[in-house]
């Protein structure tokens, strides 16, 4: 039962992002990647407004090895095969009329890696829900970014499954990002 709640929350939260609350100035837009397997990635996008999204993915080199343009669209589900490339980290940009999300993914075998996500509830407070989902008992390391790149948290956790907390951000200028660095090398990072 407390899963579902758990579950119930989360979807809730993700709806209310996407939908705005109407008393933002700006229309919002908002950005997810998801690992489905070892080399596919799902990308989730939604926006207030029709807009033309632009997405890019760079190697650990930072050589954009494959780049898009939607036109006209105001949410998408898209995967993405990164099954010819050699195993690492990349880096998914998704740029549209409100700015830029950046997300570190990995195409490391999924027993070694597991799924990083944040996600920004909207409760008019800067508060963040940290979600890292997998099998297995994993020794990671979380850090957490101002807008500046000035690293204000860090806190190493070894975790069972899956983890989640919520990260209360108020005090942190800027647009915060986050870093998981697994056990195994892999580094995953969010920009909000």
């Known amino acids: 039962m407390k899963k579902i709640l758990t579950i119930a929350s989360v979807l809730f939260s993700t709806v209310m992002f996407a939908a705005g609350t109407g008393f933002h100035s700006t229309s919002l837009s908002g950005a997810a990647v998801v690992k489905t397997d070892n080399s596919t990635f799902k990308l989730f996008y939604k926006s207030e407004v029709i807009t033309d999204v632009k997405v890019s993915i760079y190697n650990e080199d930072l050589t954009l090895v494959y780049f898009e ?48 996500n944040v996600l920004k509830l909207n409760n008019g407070q800067a508060k963040y829900l940290l979600t890292v989902g997998g099998k297995g008992d994993e020794s990671i390391l979380f850090n957490i970014y101002d807008g500046q790149g000035r690293l204000v948290h ?20 800027g647009t915060p990002s986050f870093e998981v660095l697994h056990q195994n090398g892999s580094l995953e990072s969010v920009t909000y």
């Not at 190493?156 to 005090?171: E, P, W």
């Open 154 to 173: 860090s806190e190493a956790k070894t975790i069972r499954g899956d983890f989640a907390q919520v990260y209360n951000l108020s005090k942190v200028n």
């Open 69 to 116: 343009k939607i036109k006209h669209t105001s949410g998408f589900a898209r995967p993405y095969s990164l099954e010819n490339l050699e195993q690492g980290n990349y880096t998914v940009t998704i740029e549209d009329h409100a700015g830029t999300t950046v997300q570190k993914i990995s195409t490391i075998p999924a027993e070694t890696s597991k799924l990083v």
